[in-house]
């Protein structure tokens, strides 16, 4: 509840400042976008920085179906609840930009997850890269369901940004690569030694981040996250906690400008199916044995955030009122998800009851048997001495 009430101050606090100070067409402000695509971008970046390699490596095969044909079949779910509630086949637009799950939200509630690091490796790396499979069906599917609307950008655009990406992506690992050595010896030297080495490693990172964002090469951050890994400790987790609240701050602020009650019930909607399907299909990747001490908390571990935010902001050109409904789906996907995760972390603390005590049984009682008499010795003959002849 903690939590909850965290995030509800967040979102109430931009949108105080909205109001306050009359902040109208946010969105459309070229310091917002750049705002919440660099939280995106350390959201994504959060994310990778903290998967265990080794569990990533065994968990592989089930990252790319849930990154493939997860995504799928959540954005199927989502719209069949909107079709049903709403018969309107343009929600299927709203129902892509809700399936990914926030990298940012992840990273920030890492630290405090009961997960194992194999439920952990896989819900980072599902919420690092399904972003393109997003973006993708974006692509496709906006003109589908807007019947010749127009579509957000285009696969031309898509295929050049994915071949951007993975270049700055494999700069970065040829500059890994050479300096891989080196940074490992540091790290056994002297604590000024360590200290200057990290500090050069996060001057880099920020670097590569900035051209990153700057270019909207998001994916290229999230690849840099599984190899580039200054060690700061909790820094990492901590700015992400710290991001996450700026991200539902960033929120607030489009939310009070586009706030209509009818299409906010849209959203409450389109947020419960969100978390409905990510319960749904993470139970059916985690059937396998291994998953079952961690499948609950990845049926609940929809979150959704700055992703979402930037595809609405995309969407809103060609469908108007997609912020209006994809902020407070949002707002109760997170909820939905403090709220559920904080009642099963009880549940799940309460020790089992103790079984009931067997009453004590009286000691069977045995028959005495007598003890068999000792016979008497014989007497041996004496010795007789031969007389000599």
Not at 349 to 378: F, W
């Amino acid at each position: 509840m903690i939590r909850s009430a965290a995030l509800l101050s967040a979102l109430g606090a931009g949108w105080l400042c909205a109001w306050q100070w009359g902040l109208h067409e946010v969105d459309r402000s070229p310091v917002y976008g750049y705002f919440i695509t660099a939280l995106l971008g350390f959201g994504l970046y959060a994310s990778t920085s903290g998967i265990v390699i080794a569990e990533f490596r065994k968990q592989l095969r089930t990252v790319v179906l849930a990154v493939t044909i997860g995504v799928l079949a959540k954005v199927a779910l989502i719209f069949g609840v909107m079709y049903f509630a709403f018969h309107d086949p343009a929600y299927l637009v709203l129902a892509v930009a809700v399936a990914q799950i926030d990298p940012l939200s992840v990273a920030a509630m890492r630290a405090k997850s009961r997960m194992s690091d194999s439920a952990k490796a896989l819900l980072s790396a599902w919420a690092s890269f399904d972003d393109p499979i997003t973006v993708l069906l974006t692509v496709y599917l906006t003109a589908f369901a807007l019947q010749g609307g127009g579509a957000v950008g285009g696969v031309g655009t898509f295929a050049v940004n994915l071949v951007l990406n993975l270049a700055l992506a494999g700069v970065a690992f040829m500059l890994w690569t050479l300096v891989r050595g080196r940074v490992r010896r540091a790290e056994t030297g002297g604590r000024a030694v360590r200290y200057a080495v990290r500090a050069v490693m996060v001057v880099a990172v920020l670097a590569i981040g900035f051209v990153a964002v700057q270019y909207s090469l998001l994916l290229a951050l999230a690849l840099l996250g599984l190899f580039f890994r200054p060690d700061l400790g909790r820094w990492v987790d901590g700015l992400a906690q710290a991001g996450m609240v700026l991200a539902l701050a960033a929120v607030g602020l489009v939310l009070a400008a586009e706030f209509s009650w009818v299409l906010a019930g849209v959203g409450a909607v389109l947020g419960a199916a969100a978390f409905g399907a990510q319960a749904v299909v993470a139970f059916a990747l985690t059937a396998p044995k291994r998953w079952r001490g961690d499948r609950v908390r990845l049926a609940l571990g929809q979150q959704n955030g700055l992703t979402a935010i930037i595809l609405a902001l995309l969407l809103e050109p060609t469908f108007p009122g997609a912020i209006a409904v994809v902020a407070p789906a949002v707002v109760v996907v997170n909820l939905l998800h403090a709220v559920a995760n904080g009642v099963y972390d009880r549940v799940a603390a309460r020790p089992a009851p103790a079984p009931a005590p067997v009453p004590a049984r009286p000691p069977k009682r045995v028959p005495r048997v007598p003890l068999k008499p000792a016979t008497a010795p014989q007497a041996t003959p004496a010795y007789r001495v031969k007389p000599t002849p």
